[in-house]
């Protein structure tokens, strides 16, 4: 059995980091190889060439119920760099606002006013949408039926569907209602909107997140003594009798450790493994039926200000989410438009997809007009991240691995969350639980427990 102290860790995403995070202050000697020049995986920045800005690829926000990810950032030191957003700003294609914010009212009262108030949906809507969100409360929140059959068997119109359930869960879960199982829609409405007054809460960094996951966490690393090897891709596993001896990088050097996590994406990981292993497990077997969807995000610099609002969620519109990142550069104001499962605009070229967004932009706000843009930047990433499909969770595999010193992080993996950066920091917890055991060191779970 295995019992050096020896880890080598392969991805340096939240799921790879947040391992490292857990097993480093335990004494392990930890290497980390990143196949990126930067950490932080697909929460990161890149470098805009037009403005020489550091951008990040799509915003990412956090709600309060993702309590790992936030015990990640205080762990870090980081967790100053987030700023919670007490409020929620609706709005509709005529430009009208619905504020959504916690009243002293107990969960999951808490915003049943602000849910009053929303100009968007009409009595008869709210009445539909409040009961079906308490049989949802009820539901088994292990079966996994298809959410949108759910929906009409529960009362559901198409216009509570896409004026309700949609403009949440869509951004939540990078889906459509009509493609997720009921297991993940309900765990977005029970964790983030019934069951604790701050589930709710989003928080939104307030710098790039190529220094929030990027600098600050090298830092952390060099100061817990993790051995960073970025540009580090790994090419493949050597695996002999059911164990990993070796990874081997691009630059085929060998590197020996005693015990492996790999928290690459999913198809990275088959990549990495002699076929005829994979495809003797169904451990790994079950990853080629994991799906992926995209976001585009939609970058505009504006002469002037757009609006005062910090952010807003868009009802009815091509845009699902718009952001303001404020003054970027002298009289120029950044907003960001996301457009989650964005199937929808595949074929469409980026021009197209600019044009119908900053259109949008014009008609909801006046200081939007097309004549005071500045600049556009359209970004789409393709496999953002695996679909939450009706029965997804059969596919997902657990953090050990069916050879003996190899483990699994990523968002993709069974962490019970879909994927999100609360889920990437799950797995990574999860991992480091699953090897400590296998170690047969006992120690109490990495996990937080829920809000
Ligand atoms: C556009 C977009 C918007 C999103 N918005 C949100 C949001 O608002 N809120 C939220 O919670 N989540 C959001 N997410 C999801 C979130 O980014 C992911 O769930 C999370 O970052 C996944 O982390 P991970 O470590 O599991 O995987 P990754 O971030 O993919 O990390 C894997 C790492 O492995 C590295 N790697 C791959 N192959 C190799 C190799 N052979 N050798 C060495 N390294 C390798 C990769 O370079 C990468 O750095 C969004 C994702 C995208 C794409």
């Not at 297991?183 to 589930?199: I, N, T």
């Not at 090298?218 to 090897?229: I, Y």
């Not at 970027?328 to 600019?354: C, K, M, N, T």
């Amino acid at each position: 059995m295995t019992r050096g102290d020896r880890v080598l860790i392969i991805g340096g995403g939240l799921a790879g980091l947040a391992t490292a995070t857990a097993l480093a202050p335990l004494g392990f000697k930890i290497t980390l190889l990143e196949a990126r020049q930067r950490l932080g995986g697909r929460a990161s920045s890149f470098q805009d060439a037009g403005s020489g800005q550091l951008l990040d690829t799509c915003q990412h926000v956090s709600m309060g119920c993702c309590t790992n990810l936030a015990h990640f950032c205080r762990t870090l030191g980081i967790d100053h760099l987030l700023a919670p957003q007490p409020s929620l700003y609706f709005m509709t294609p005529d430009g009208k606002v619905s504020p959504f914010h916690a009243d002293r009212l107990p969960a999951p009262l808490h915003l049943a006013r602000s849910f009053a108030r929303a100009h968007y949906l009409t009595w008869n809507e709210k009445a539909r949408i409040a009961y079906a969100l308490l049989r949802l409360r009820q539901a088994d929140a292990t079966s996994d039926p298809p959410f949108l059959d759910w929906l009409v068997r529960h009362g559901q119109t198409p216009r509570t569907i896409d004026r309700f359930w949609g403009v949440v869960l869509t951004s939540a879960l990078n889906e459509s209602p009509e493609r997720i199982g009921l297991r993940y829609a309900r765990k977005v409405f029970v964790d983030g909107f019934l069951r604790h007054r701050r589930g709710f809460e989003v928080s939104v960094p307030t710098v790039p997140l190529g220094r929030l996951y990027g600098e600050e966490l090298q830092r952390w690393c060099s100061r817990q003594g993790v051995e960073l090897r970025l540009n580090g891709a790994v090419r493949a596993l050597a695996i002999e009798d059911n164990r990993v001896l070796a990874a081997r990088t691009r630059q085929e050097e060998n590197l020996e450790a005693d015990w492996y996590v790999c928290a690459t994406p999913f198809d990275r990981l088959l990549g990495l493994l002699p076929q005829e292993a994979t495809d003797r497990h169904p451990y790994f077997t079950n990853l080629r039926r994991l799906e992926t969807s995209p976001i585009t995000s939609v970058h505009l610099w504006y002469r002037g200000a757009v609006t005062h609002l910090p952010h807003v969620v868009l009802v009815d519109c091509v845009g699902q989410w718009m952001f303001n990142r404020g003054e970027s550069a002298p009289g120029e104001f950044y907003v960001q438009i996301v457009v989650s499962a964005a199937r929808h605009l595949r074929g469409l070229g980026r021009d197209e997809i600019e044009r119908r967004i900053v259109a949008e932009m014009a008609s909801l706000f006046p200081a939007a007009s097309s004549d005071r843009l500045h600049r556009a930047r359209v970004v789409t990433e393709r496999a953002a991240t695996f679909s939450a499909v009706p029965g997804v969770d059969a596919w997902r595999p657990s953090p050990a691995s069916p050879f003996e010193n190899l483990f699994i992080a990523g968002d993709w993996t069974a962490t019970g969350w879909p994927a999100t950066m609360e889920g990437a920091v799950r797995s990574g917890y999860l991992a480091a639980d699953a090897l400590l055991r296998r170690m047969g060191r006992v120690t109490p779970s990495f996990v937080q427990p829920d809000l």
